[in-house]
């Protein structure tokens, strides 16, 4: 069974130890079977659609049956899950909720390319409407797991962030010093998924136009573009090295509050990149401000080194002229 080892000093706060370390054996279980690749049973198969119409793959599944089952009995009390139209009240008497993201990523799970779990804590409400519709600063507790080369742990307890690296051969989750996200880098990233260029808002159209435009643009300087599919490994990167990560809101049908989730995807991030020293905002608002409307509520996503993600706003405030201008014309931004 997994342990946690944590760095001397460090301390989970007593009440969350219990819910924490059975997410651990639940994810080092996953990063086990998902190591094993196919050898156990198609992981990637199609198994049917979660509620909201979203295929559902095997491994989707699996990692949302063995959560709700191992979070029984450690305090928990509602379990809000993103296979699962409803909350689940897993123990009564339970003082805490958690909202989960079982397994971010599904569609690279069959292309050997880093997955996770995404999840927040905070205390249970009588009912999972009050417990989970309100603004983000409940959340005692919020992180993921990653399932890559590396499985590791990245979580705030709301005084920072801490890292947990899982050691396969000891099976036990060993704590190492975590450093907040870089708020500079020599040649910084943008993360975007730019096959729907033509659908985005002008604003977002015109902050990315001004990234490509690299050294001949307003910005002066040269971007890279990076974009995994799985938001838990863009995270990851994004705390490594800087950079930011923008899923707007676009014209698509369905996508008219982007596609990530405000519950269980987008507030327990943006916890987790504030403790590091980022921001997160839907463009405009703190997605911790944010109220969402239902247990599945959308929201745009932007997040990342902070002076980026703020320059993000300040495109929403431009002009229309200003905004749809070449960028050789977008004046206020020459550097
Ligand atoms: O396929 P797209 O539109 O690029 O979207 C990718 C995004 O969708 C997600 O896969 C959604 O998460 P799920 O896999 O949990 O549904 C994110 O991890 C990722 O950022
Ligand atoms: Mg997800
Ligand atoms: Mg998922």
């Known amino acids: 069974m997994a342990r946690i080892q944590q760095i001397a000093g460090g301390a989970i706060p007593a009440h969350l130890e219990t819910p924490v370390a059975a997410m651990c054996r639940v994810a080092a279980d996953l990063a086990a079977r998902i190591a094993a690749g196919g050898l156990e049973g198609n992981l990637a198969e199609n198994v049917g659609a979660n509620t909201d119409g979203d295929t559902q793959k095997a491994l989707d599944v699996i990692a949302d049956e063995a959560f709700t089952a191992a979070l029984r009995g450690t305090g928990i009390r509602w379990y809000a899950s993103e296979e699962q139209e409803n909350a689940v009240e897993v123990d009564a008497e339970g003082k805490l909720a958690i909202a989960i993201d079982p397994l ?3 569609s690279n799970i069959d292309v050997n390319v880093s997955i996770g779990t995404i999840f927040s804590i905070q205390p249970a409400e009588a009912d999972p409407e009050t417990t989970f519709l309100r603004p983000g600063h ?10 890559g080369p590396q499985t590791a742990l990245m979580v705030s307890f709301g005084d920072g ?26 040649v910084p990233e943008f993360a975007i998924n730019a096959s ?16 490509l435009a690299g050294t001949n643009g307003p910005r002066g300087k040269n971007f890279n573009m990076r974009w995994i599919a799985s938001l838990v490994a863009e995270t990851h990167r994004i705390i490594t090295r800087g950079g930011i990560f923008l899923y707007p809101a676009d014209a ?3 996508y008219q509050s982007g596609r990530l989730r405000l519950v269980y995807e987008c507030a327990p991030i943006a ?6 020293g980022g921001k997160a905002t839907n463009a405009l608002t703190s997605i911790l401000d944010l109220t ?21 706003a300040t495109y929403h405030d431009l002009p229309e002229h200003e905004v749809s201008a070449l960028f050789g014309n977008r004046g206020l931004f020459r550097a």
């Open 104 to 106: 971010d990523g599904s």
């Open 138 to 147: 409940h959340i005692e507790a919020a992180g993921y797991f990653i399932y």
């Open 161 to 186: 962030i801490r890292k947990f690296i899982l050691d396969r051969e000891k099976n036990v989750f060993v704590e190492t010093p975590a450093s907040g996200l870089p708020q500079s880098c020599k």
């Open 196 to 211: 729907n260029y033509r659908h985005w808002p002008q604003p977002i159209r015109a902050y990315i136009d001004d990234c």
């Open 252 to 254: 698509r049908d369905g």
């Open 271 to 276: 916890f987790l990149i504030e403790q590091s």
């Open 292 to 312: 969402p409307d239902s247990l599945h509520a959308r929201t745009p996503f932007v997040f990342g080194t902070p002076d980026k993600v703020e320059r993000v």
